[in-house]
């Protein structure tokens, strides 16, 4: 563990300060932790990588030009995460001049799945992988999302709701639904829900 890696985890108000002060090691550090998790979850939500490289370079870009006024923010990752979502549909809005279109329609979350490369449980055989990723696949592009953000990135149900703009109750109410149905599918199909809980983790 590097010296930055142990004063954010014991003394992560004075690294923010560093990086506030100009330390571009400390911003080096966050950027190289946090890129590669940001590029996947950009991909989910817009196929095209450039676009989305550009739009993580604009959102790292941003806070460093603004550190000074940017408050603390009590998690990182959520930060940028939001600012990634953000400055994705602010560059969308400009390329499609501002259409009505909601939120949604521009950033319709999509997970492609290769079930080849995934695993869900050593016991679990081929063709339940296959049906699990289809019952994964018929959850809207919106239910992804926020199982992504949940049981993937480990997002607690307020940071999925500003995230995603969703009222947090709601939130809370279709990963409820959600995992209901999932269980009863798998139920139908004599697949443990052991399963589900594996495969969230790797779409």
Partial sequence: ????????????????????DGDRSVFTFIYNSHVDALFSYGMKLNSNK??????????FL??????????RPKNIKFYLFKALKHTMFRELKKERKKSSLPEQEKLSF???????????????????KKLVAKII???????????????TKGFNYIEISEIT????????????RTIKNLRKSLALNNITNSGIYSFLLVI
């Fill in 1 to 20: 563990m590097t010296i930055i890696e142990k004063t954010i985890q014991e003394e992560p108000e004075v690294v923010w300060m560093r990086f506030v």
């Fill in 50 to 59: 450039n676009f989305v490289k550009d739009c993580i370079q604009d959102v």
């Fill in 62 to 71: 941003d806070i460093y030009e603004h550190r000074k006024q940017i408050s």
């Fill in 110 to 128: 999509f997970t492609e799945y290769n079930i080849e490369t995934k695993t869900i449980d050593e016991e679990v055989v081929k063709h339940q």
């Fill in 137 to 151: 696949k018929e959850l809207t592009p919106k239910q992804q999302e926020i199982l992504y953000l949940r049981f």
């Fill in 165 to 176: 703009g969703i009222n947090h109750n709601s939130v809370r109410k279709q990963v409820y």
